[in-house]
């Protein structure tokens, strides 16, 4: 699998962190135009943490028609939505700004849901939509986690597996920090654009070994993806 997958990489390397933001947001705008032009309608799915910010600041200034993107959560800490660990916050705050004001967006979390209930809600709003989404996002935790695949998650294979065909799973992993719910293997890896954003030299080491081992969960998700992976990075 190794040299297969590291051969259907795609990297894109940008000089800083800011140069990335601009690079990345520029391809996110160019396929979400073409997806318009081509069907009407977007959709683009995100991840949280840090990574992010400049990202999604960057990208709402794009010049396109936001009033006709939908945007959904990659994963979602099980956590209200006003909280500082919040990724619904996150997109709200540094994304849905200016021009991207105008998208809409699917959220993960439901007050007074337990994590399960909110799954099968959020499967059904992602059901809703057309799939396959146009562009996913996904960034890659320090241990090789991305979306809210977990390496410590007790159930992991049976995640990827998704034999009831979920769009929206709960996950609990101790390492996690809280419940979450992520996006299945299945509608991350159907997307038509599939980007990795990360930066600096441990996150790129960090890629390149999970990519060679073949068993974290980031290189379960590339490998299994419809499209050629893009990868982008800065130090």
């Given at each position: 699998m190794t040299a297969?997958?590291?051969?259907?990489?795609?990297?894109?390397?940008f000089a800083s962190p800011d140069d990335l933001a601009e690079g990345l947001a520029r391809k996110i705008g160019q396929t979400l135009v073409q997806a318009l032009?081509?069907?009407?309608?977007?959709?683009?799915?995100?991840?949280?943490?840090?990574t992010p910010k400049l990202l999604f600041e960057a990208l709402s200034f794009a010049p396109i028609a936001w009033e006709r993107v939908t945007i959904v959560l990659v994963d979602e800490r099980f956590v209200?939505?006003?909280?500082?660990?919040?990724?619904?916050k996150l997109v709200r705050d540094h994304l849905m700004r200016y021009r991207a004001g105008r998208a809409s967006l699917v959220p993960l979390f439901r007050a007074g849901a337990s994590v399960e209930q909110a799954a099968i809600l959020g499967d059904a709003a992602i059901a809703a939509l057309s799939l396959p989404?146009?562009?996913?996002?996904?960034?890659?935790?320090?241990?090789?986690?991305?979306?809210?695949?977990?390496?410590?998650?007790?159930?992991?294979?049976?995640?990827y597996?998704?034999?009831?065909?979920?769009?929206?799973?709960?996950?609990?992993?101790?390492?996690?920090g809280e419940p979450r719910l992520t996006l299945s293997m299945q509608v991350l890896t159907n997307a038509r654009l599939l980007a990795v954003?990360?930066?600096?030299?441990?996150?790129?080491?960090?890629?390149?070994?999970?990519?060679?081992d073949g068993t974290l969960p980031i290189a379960r998700v590339l490998a299994e993806a419809v499209t050629a992976p893009?990868?982008?990075?800065?130090?």
């Amino acid at each position: 699998m190794t040299a297969p997958l590291r051969q259907r990489l795609k990297w894109n390397e940008f000089a800083s962190p800011d140069d990335l933001a601009e690079g990345l947001a520029r391809k996110i705008g160019q396929t979400l135009v073409q997806a318009l032009a081509e069907r009407g309608k977007a959709t683009l799915a995100v991840s949280g943490g840090r990574t992010p910010k400049l990202l999604f600041e960057a990208l709402s200034f794009a010049p396109i028609a936001w009033e006709r993107v939908t945007i959904v959560l990659v994963d979602e800490r099980f956590v209200p939505a006003d909280s500082g660990r919040s990724n619904e916050k996150l997109v709200r705050d540094h994304l849905m700004r200016y021009r991207a004001g105008r998208a809409s967006l699917v959220p993960l979390f439901r007050a007074g849901a337990s994590v399960e209930q909110a799954a099968i809600l959020g499967d059904a709003a992602i059901a809703a939509l057309s799939l396959p989404l146009d562009v996913v996002v996904l960034g890659m935790g320090p241990d090789g986690h991305t979306a809210s695949f977990f390496p410590d998650t007790p159930n992991l294979e049976a995640l990827y597996e998704n034999a009831d065909g979920r769009a929206v799973l709960p996950v609990h992993a101790e390492s996690a920090g809280e419940p979450r719910l992520t996006l299945s293997m299945q509608v991350l890896t159907n997307a038509r654009l599939l980007a990795v954003h990360i930066e600096s030299e441990e996150r790129k080491a960090i890629l390149m070994q999970a990519v060679a081992d073949g068993t974290l969960p980031i290189a379960r998700v590339l490998a299994e993806a419809v499209t050629a992976p893009q990868i982008y990075w800065a130090p």
